[in-house]
């Protein structure tokens, strides 16, 4: 069976903090895809990211970076020196094998709040 | 870049009565679209794969008669909500995947979401 877990319903940081969110994934699959989603209070997904199964290295986009570790089964996503404009729900993804693009199963989301 | 438009973004309507939710990919090809659904303060859930020219597939529990699906073409799948209650109120999104090959399938592009209100 294929899961994900993001163990942190709630995060509140303060404004320039870092803050990491972790994804734990589930899947028997060797071929999958990892994916980051922000989705602000006004409801539409924000694509973040995508990291195929086979490739393990990290990658940093501005303020943002992720952590993708097999041995672990985890995909943690950092935000440095966070912005009030950061807040929304993250949800982490999981899509199993080449052709399965688009069917997706989310983690719960972690509600991160930055406070100014 | 590819864009979905999901209309409407926003509907109410009185129990019993039906809704319909359009999902457009409006500058690509998808032969398959997904829809979920997602309630308050929770994970999204996907309720069906929907296929250009063939039945939907539906995830277990979903109810096939109350959420119909219709994709008629490569660019637009239709959700209806058939005899609406309130337990059905919630936002629901969609997402198109480009038709292609290879590393194409594993893209997904998502729409703005509809939220329901049914009272």
């Known amino acids: 069976a294929q899961k994900v877990t993001q163990a942190q319903t709630e995060i509140s940081v303060v404004e320039k903090e870092d803050v990491t969110l972790d994804c734990v994934y589930e899947t028997r699959d060797t071929t999958y895809y990892l994916f980051w989603y922000k989705q602000p209070p006004s409801g ?61 199963i989310f983690g719960q989301g972690t509600e991160l709040s930055v406070k100014p | 870049g590819a ?26 090809q998808a032969t398959t679209m997904f829809w979920y659904r997602q309630f308050p303060k929770k994970s999204l859930m996907l309720m069906a ?20 699906i219709n994709h008629a073409s490569l660019t637009l799948s239709t959700l209806t909500v058939t005899s609406a209650h309130p337990e059905d109120s919630s936002f629901y999104i969609c997402s198109a995947r480009l038709r292609g090959q290879g590393e194409r399938n594993t893209e997904a592009f998502f729409g703005q979401g509809t939220r329901l209100t049914v009272v």
């Open chain 2, 49 to 68: 794969t929907s296929n250009e020219g063939s039945k939907a597939t539906y995830e277990q529990g979903v109810e096939k008669d109350k959420f119909l």
């Open chain 2, 3 to 28: 864009v979905v438009s999901q209309h409407p973004s926003r509907v109410i309507c009185k129990s019993g009565t039906s809704v319909k939710i359009e999902c457009r990919s409006l500058d690509f």
């Open chain 1, 44 to 104: 539409e997904l924000v694509f973040l990211i995508r990291r195929n199964s086979f490739d393990e290295q990290n990658e940093i986009s501005g303020r943002y970076s992720w952590n993708f570790q097999k041995s672990t089964s985890s995909f943690n996503f950092t935000i440095t020196a966070s912005q009030v404009v950061d807040s929304a729900v993250y949800f982490c993804a999981l899509s199993i094998g080449r052709n399965q693009g688009g069917k997706l």
